[in-house]
Nanobody
Framework: QVQLVESGGGLVQPGGSLRLSCAAS????????MGWFRQAPGEARKFVGG????????YYTNSVKGRFTISRDNAKNTVYLQMNSLKPEDTAVYYC???????????????WGQGTQVTVSS
């Protein structure tokens, strides 16, 4: 098991940017593919995107392509979600997730952080 702790959430105006971080601890985190999910009020949790073990490959859901970027620093056991051009509909609790295999583009992750709130509002 790997333990995940998200940070960096907050309130941002439409069009603004925010960077979320996810610190991993426990078993060697570099051997986990990492993903980001979000859950808006009254909605199911949705897959935002994922990144491979090495960080060479990424996947994004269509609604965030070109605006969000996932990266990782394996030396720091940290994965990031850079969010630009934020919209009110991006408001949600954002969760970091990990999976032992390298199928970073599938949404069936099995290790979860506690989430961090992102609110996009003027």
């Amino acid at each position: 098991q790997v333990q995940l702790v998200e940070s960096g959430g907050g309130l941002v105006q439409p069009g603004g940017s925010l960077r979320l971080s996810c610190a991993a601890s426990g078993r060697t985190s570099s051997n986990y593919a990492m993903g980001w999910f979000r859950q808006a009020p009254g909605e199911a949790r949705k897959f935002v995107g994922g990144i491979s073990w090495s960080g060479s490959y990424t996947y994004y859901t269509n609604s965030v392509k070109g605006r969000f970027t996932i990266s990782r620093d394996n030396a720091k056991n940290t994965v990031y979600l850079q969010m630009n051009s934020l919209k009110p509909e991006d408001t949600a609790v954002y969760y970091c997730a990990a999976r032992r295999d390298n199928i970073y583009y599938r949404d069936n992750y099995d290790n979860w952080g506690q989430g961090t709130q992102v609110t996009v509002s003027s």
